[in-house]
Nanobody, 126 residues
Framework: QVQLVESGGGLVQPGGSLRLSCVISMKAFSLATLGWWRQAPGRQRELVAALGSVAGPTYADAVAGRFAISRDDAKNMVLLQMNDLKPDDTAVYYC????????????????????WGQGTQVTVSS
């Protein structure tokens, strides 16, 4: 059974930075398209960043230029560097694999696994 374990969240002031980490215990990790999703109170979970095994990163418009997704296949780990954080970035952040709907876009993407980890809370507030 797959396990997804996120960490690195916290409380940060607007303009600050955080680095999230996630370990996914799955086979063929290096072949998967990986993603970071987030869910704010009262809103649907959304994909904010994705990174394929070969293709470059893809970002939601709301985070492009501020967030950077990366991966360490040797450790089954996906990372999210978040800079210039804004109050609208406040959410619980989750990792999962990604089934893309449109190449080069996060729109319409679906999670690869039906199960989720516990997520990591990111709160941006002064």
């Amino acid at each position: 059974q797959v396990q997804l374990v996120e960490s690195g969240g916290g409380l940060v002031q607007p303009g600050g930075s955080l680095r999230l980490s996630c370990v996914i215990s799955m086979k063929a990790f290096s072949l998967a398209t990986l993603g970071w999703w987030r869910q704010a109170p009262g809103r649907q979970r959304e994909l904010v960043a994705a990174l394929g095994s070969v293709a470059g990163p893809t970002y939601a418009d709301a985070v492009a230029g501020r967030f950077a997704i990366s991966r360490d296949d040797a450790k089954n780990m996906v990372l999210l560097q978040m800079n210039d954080l804004k109050p609208d970035d406040t959410a619980v952040y989750y990792c999962n694999t990604v089934i893309t709907a449109r190449p080069g876009s996060v729109l319409g993407a679906q999670p690869g696994f039906t199960s989720w980890g516990q997520g990591t809370q990111v709160t941006v507030s002064s």
